[in-house]
């Protein structure tokens, strides 16, 4: 049975409220339109409180480093909940399992673990985002993934109230898992084991150089923007689909990897979008494979705010 930890109503929150706020600031791709609000809570237990004041229909989105989204350029119509740099304990539990909260990077995961002689998670390393994101939708790579290691989670719910789950109450496959509506992820309980920590920390290394040298590091990217099928590689598709560095309006598929699309500077989230089924079309066209979206596609087309 989950537990249930419910805010303190009368505790006013702490944190940070702002209004019409650029979105663009806060994703990894650097495009997108205006919230209506955003908030930067001081900590876990100020967000339960900020939660529990918003009206029942407010629509809410959480965005960490904001990779793997896509916000359209009519922005988001709700509050935004901006957890990068905040919501960031990490701490070792008994048993070997680690508790790191939602703002936590997978890096930094990555290398906690590593440093306290735990291993498992070193792939984590190559994965552009927060702890929230990885949770949300089984992230992983170099053959690893999220919710292999996970033992529980803590759910916020849109009242301020903090459920601890077990990890069979979710149904979790690749980049995917199904939650319970209107609950967000806050922390993750992972259960790792004692290994070889001078191993593992060059397992570690090995996996940045080789993200280094495989991925466009230090543009504008989501990360990887389609699922790959089974049996196959989205970015090999896309290579033999002759997309490899084409450009469409501001947005153009990275030449370096090309299941990453990039924003040089001046692209727009439409333009970006366009690109996503100009090559969805492409690939089915020449191999008769759907490409599935792993980006998360949000918010209101429509013009960018000047």
Request: some cysteine.
């Amino acid at each position: 049975m989950p537990q249930t930890e419910q805010p303190t109503k009368l505790s006013p929150w702490r944190g940070e409220l702002q209004q019409d706020v650029a979105l663009k600031q806060y994703t990894s791709w650097w495009v997108g339109g205006n919230a209506k609000q955003l908030y930067k809570p001081a900590d876990l237990a100020d967000l339960q409180c900020f939660l529990a004041t918003l009206a029942a229909d407010e629509p809410i989105l959480w965005l960490g480093l904001g990779s793997n989204t896509l916000i359209r350029d009519g922005g988001f119509a709700g509050t935004v909940i901006a957890t990068q740099g905040l919501l960031s304990e990490l701490e070792i539990r008994e048993d070997k399992i680690v508790r790191a909260e939602a703002g936590v990077t997978c890096p930094k995961l990555a290398r906690f673990c590593v440093n306290h002689d735990l291993i498992d998670l070193e792939f984590l390393a190559g994965v552009p985002g927060t702890v929230g994101g990885a949770l949300c939708m089984n992230a992983g790579c170099y053959g690893g993934e999220t919710w292999n290691h996970v033992v529980a989670v803590e759910m916020l719910d849109r009242h301020g109230n903090i459920h601890k789950r077990s990890a069979d109450e979710f149904d979790v496959s690749y980049r995917s898992v199904k939650f319970p509506a209107e609950e967000w992820f806050v922390a993750g309980y992972f259960q790792l084991s004692s290994g070889d920590a001078e191993a593992a920390k060059q397992k570690l290394k090995t996996l940045l150089r080789q993200r280094n040298e495989s991925q466009p590091i230090g543009l504008h990217s989501c990360g990887s923007v389609f699922r790959n099928p089974p049996n196959d590689h989205a970015a090999r598709l896309i290579e033999q689909a002759g997309l490899k560095g084409f450009q469409h309006g501001g947005a153009m598929v990275s030449d370096k990897h090309a299941n990453f699309i990039i924003n040089p500077g001046e692209a727009t989230a439409a333009d970006i979008e366009a690109l996503i089924a100009l090559i969805q079309a492409t690939v089915y066209e020449k191999f008769q494979v759907k490409l599935q979206t792993e980006v998360h596609i949000i918010g209101i087309p429509g013009a960018i705010k000047s």
